[in-house]
């Protein structure tokens, strides 16, 4: 689909040393956004690579927001790749509230704690849609980056869809667990009932932990 991967004026990489271990942060643009891809060990050519498509999410990302489970899942993903030596984190902006973007996520979080709304009815009464995400930039980094086919860290069956349509191998897709907590509890379950998300751990809260009691 994308013959041309990345042309050269849009990419440029260096060496990238982190609290967690050193990376090949490879910056790159597409679809009118600038992307990273923080490549760490040796995956070019490579079958199997574990990787992680990260959705921007600056309320969670940056903040630390407990309302979504992204920050969690950004750390968790990157641990997981240092841990294993090799792989790859794709950090995908334009992907705000599911491609909604910020300001328009903030006003759905708005819905959710004034009327209770999910996070999919909280979007579609303000007219947008539930998800726009396009992961066409991460299958031309991975085309760039040579990678062979890859183990895909998410609970989001949709995404091995959206990879493999487009050329890339999954071989595998990694779960990526986190545990719910008060806040993020109904955005979980949410997702698990009508985006269709593995999220097994959300049973786990319901019915294993007691709610916590008003102090
Ligand atoms: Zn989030």
New binding site residues.
Partial sequence: MYEEAISHEDVAESDLVTRRGTFRAVAFRADGHEHMALVHGKTSMRDNVLIRVH?E?M???IFG?M?????EQLDAALNRIVAEGSGILIYLRGHE?RGIGLVEKVRTHVLQDEQGLDTLDSATSLGLPVDVRDYGPAVRILKHLRVNSVRLMSNNPDKIEALESNGITVAAREPLLMRPNDHNIGYLTAKRDRLGHDLPQVDAFTTDLPRAVDR
């Fill in positions: 959705s999410c309320t969670g990302d927001a309302r979504c489970e992204c920050g509230g």
